[in-house]
């Protein structure tokens, strides 16, 4: 891949006896948004302040446009925006002097109005990061990660801790850097996130990557296919149901009949006119595509979140 | 610019931020007021007990001429009442006479010795002294004038207009230093913890910023926090308790960030000890309230046991305190006070390596 903006080779950490990164190697393109999921205690923050320079590599090496992480840190670091996964900021600031600041420690000067109107906090421009909520904070967190126009910007589980509507507008501020071309490298352990932001995810666990792939390509490793539910109004011939294209398998219990099938596109149309050869209604169909979650389960055998 | 531009934002927070304001001027305003208004220059007065139970002629005679005493104030009772009032410590002292102590010059008889009891309030021993000193006088002037000796000493006492060095104009400068003190001590160990706890540090850390820019920003702010300070603490003492400023501004400014240097160091050692915001109260009155309480800035340290006195000169306070004292109220110049100058550089010196050594704004390289 010539156009990787980033090249991660071997990275270690170690702390004592222990291995919090073993031994990692990946590449991020140019452009795309690079997802790394895993459960707590992954290695995931120590991966990722390994390549934002503020950890020290046990051994291994970071590119990351061109420059060597630990010979160029300055260099870098004035290319990146971080936020963190735990960190606040300054009291006494209002959100505009706060922008303001981080500017300076650029060496930029910066519309501070303009970039709080981008992360919609353009209304609290005087407030105190205090008077802030979770979300309002993260959103002044990426505000302060995009002052120096960064060309990747480094996402630490900003959502982990906030509301179901307030993850959605990270998600669409998410989107709209990512828009701009912007590199984005983020970490989570929603499923759900890097299914809707990523290009592609790398999965950690224990330390190590152990799958990395576009989500399409990794929701093909769990490879149950969907499973289809409905309800019917008068026994249905199960055995007829197996045999019906693009369904794997059947079995019904009451009034409700289970299917598996990995085209459902195949499976559906043919189930409709089964049912209606048969006499019989369907009701209350739902349809549960694989999911990262499932991927992560036949991985490892156990639950993301636990 | 990166440097400016953090100092003015440094500066704005340290206004802004109540607690800094407190140590900064509210606290020492308050001790200015408190000791400025109790005043230790009023005269002193020296409760005295007399005890006599039917006092002859001429023994009332001198009751009266004891009560005459200007420090004196006479309390007569039984010795019973007394003695209860001197336990109470509303005495500090109790003169128990016998009836006749002061012979009648008409009767021809020999004079005998009479004998004069004291009770003397050990707790405030001092006043007590005082007191039988008094009355030993009154006594032995007596003891010549019943003999009819000659004068042969008179003490010509004569008052002489002096630059008066009040309690207060002792107090304020004392004040100064110990708020300076208090300023840079606190506002860095508090702030930089808590900048280390919440990962400020860390967030800075991914900036492209050098740590000695922020640190630089941070003592700079202090450093001017510092001389507005000292002028707004020494204009009050000047316009509230008219106390004077005889020495030169600009020496007591370089006094002050010389001062100001030394205790920030301190500060940033504090931070580098202390894990948490917590912690940071418990070490910094470790080490700050021995210091404000015997380095004579209430009180001259004089009165204090002489090993302690020894002890106190080295800390760096005594100096600090001791020399913006004299050329704020003496009026001494830059040689008269470099012998304190040599102590503070030494403690600026050894703090700041100290704060070196200890303070990490990076995280531990593992
Ligand atoms: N400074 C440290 N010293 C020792 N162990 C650490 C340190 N920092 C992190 N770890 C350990 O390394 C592992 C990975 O941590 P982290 O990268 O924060 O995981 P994640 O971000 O995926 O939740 C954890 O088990 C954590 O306890
Ligand atoms: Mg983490």
Redesign the interface.
Known sequence: MTDAIIKVTDLKKV??EFTAVDGVTFEVRQGETFGILGPNGAGKTTTMEMM?????MSSGSVILDGKSVAKHV??V??IIG?Q?Q????????SLK?LV???G????QKVDAMELLREVQLEEKAKSQVKELSGGQKQRLSIAVALV?KPKVVFLDEPTTGLDPQARRNLWDLIGIIKKRGVTIVITTHYMEEAEVLCDRIAIMDHAKIIALDTPLNLLKLADGGATIEFHINKPIDVAGLKGLPGVDDAKSEDHVVFLKSKVPALALPAVFTFAQQAGVTIQNLQMQQPTLEDVFLKLTGRRLRE | ??TR??TV?TL??FV??KQSLFFTLFMPFIFIGIFGLIGFDKPQVIDVGVVAQAPSAMTQTFIDALGKISVFKIHRGTAATEKAALQKGDRDAVFILPNDLMPNPTTTSAPVTQTVTVLQNIARAQQAQTAITILNQLLDKTTLQAAQAPTLFNVDIQSVNAKSVKYIDFLVPGIVAMSVMQMAVFSVAFVFTDYKE???L????????KPQQFVAAQVMTRLLVAIVQTFILLLFGMLIFHTHVYGSWLLIFLLVLLGALMFLGLGFTISGIAKTVDAVPAIANIVVFPMMFLSGIFFPTSSMPAWLQKIVTYLPLQPFATALRNVVANGDGFMAIRTNLLWMTGWAIVLITLAVFTFRFE?K??
């Open positions: 702390y004592g934002e320079g503020l950890k020290m300055r260099e670091k004035s971080v963190l735990a960190s606040s900021f300054f009291d006494y600031l002097e303001e600041t981080f300076a420690l650029y060496g120096n | 610019m990166t531009i953090l934002s704005k927070m802004r931020n919440k990962g400020i860390k967030r800075l850390l991914a900036t492209p910023m995280e390289r593992v």
